[in-house]
């Protein structure tokens, strides 16, 4: 049984939504540099070497240990695809907007928990849904400065991660989240290490670049690792509207290192993304308060 601390929660997922802020931006520089898909081999390769070297000599085969290997592939290759769209997005599009349209994803699962999880999808889910998607629109609307192949690669990251979390829900009864963990950065490394002849092109980093490249795969473990952590000390309805703090970050780095700050009509649909995510998370809790009755 875990401890119930909402302040020290609230902190780490603070903390969290920071690291992959700063996982986003470091990838925006690098790829206009280095090819995406070997930043993407790098980020799950470092990652998956930290994790051996950290956690092998604890636990052993206890890291790959599963009922569920095809499930847990899966999985991680739609992780691997969100990884190289959203990098293929921050590429050619600022950091706020992308992040913003990313955000869509939980309004995503809310109506695929109704086919995929046989969950009710009620009037409320689908309002605050509707409300999302149309500040999807306000920043992605026609006569927009964003780059309409980055919005077509940022749509596609959202819809594999919205799978993947569907996917999870799935799993989580059945899998410990250290195996889940480890599984994605074990397919993504032999994934794109099968690749890698392919993929290796343009310049070789130098040591302040090769730095950043594996940086990546620090920010991301570690903020998973936070994610993690925070959820063990205070319930997801509490900490999902949280989350939405990485849109800040997000526009905070890409305004002191890119210049780069959302129009009136971007933040305008930033917030009502918000609003819908939001909605969506109360929605959701509210749901979970009645079971709990129910089965009280």
Not at 130 to 135: D, I, K, P, R, T
Not at 263 to 271: C, K, R, V
Request: glycine share 8%; net charge positive.
């Amino acid at each position: 049984m875990h401890s119930h601390h909402p302040l020290r929660a609230v902190t780490l997922m603070l903390a969290a939504m920071l690291c992959f802020a700063l996982l986003d931006a470091t990838s925006k520089h690098l790829s206009q540099t280095f090819n995406v898909p070997l930043l993407v081999w790098a980020r799950y390769t470092v990652h998956c070497l930290l994790m051996v070297a950290l956690l092998g000599p604890k636990h052993g085969l206890g890291l790959v240990r599963t009922t569920r290997p095809l499930a847990q592939t899966v999985r991680a290759l739609l992780l691997v695809a969100v990884t190289g769209f959203a990098m293929a997005a921050f590429q050619v599009m600022p950091l706020a907007e992308t992040t913003a349209l990313i955000f869509v994803t939980p309004l995503i699962v809310a109506l695929l928990a109704g086919p995929m999880l046989g969950e009710k999808v009620g009037m409320p889910r689908w309002i605050a849904a509707l409300v999302g998607f149309a500040g999807m629109v306000l920043i992605a609307r026609p006569g927009s400065t964003l780059a309409p192949a980055g919005i077509a690669y940022t749509m596609i990251a959202a819809v594999c991660y919205a799978f993947y979390q569907i996917q999870t829900r799935k799993m989580t009864a059945t899998e410990k989240p250290l195996t889940m963990v480890f599984y994605t950065a074990l397919v993504g490394t032999v994934a794109m290490s099968l690749a890698l002849p392919w993929i290796w092109a343009g310049p070789t980093p130098g040591p302040l670049d090769a730095l950043m490249i594996c940086s990546l795969a620090i920010y991301g473990g570690t903020g998973h690792f936070l994610l993690t952590h925070a959820f063990r000390h205070a319930p997801a309805s509490v900490l999902a509207p949280f989350l939405y703090v990485q849109l800040v970050w997000a526009s905070l780095l890409g305004w002191l290192f890119y210049d780069q700050w959302p129009d009136a009509l971007s933040i305008a649909g930033m917030i009502t993304i918000v609003a819908g995510g939001i909605a969506v998370a109360l929605v959701e809790r509210s749901a979970a308060g009645r079971i709990d009755t129910e089965r009280g």
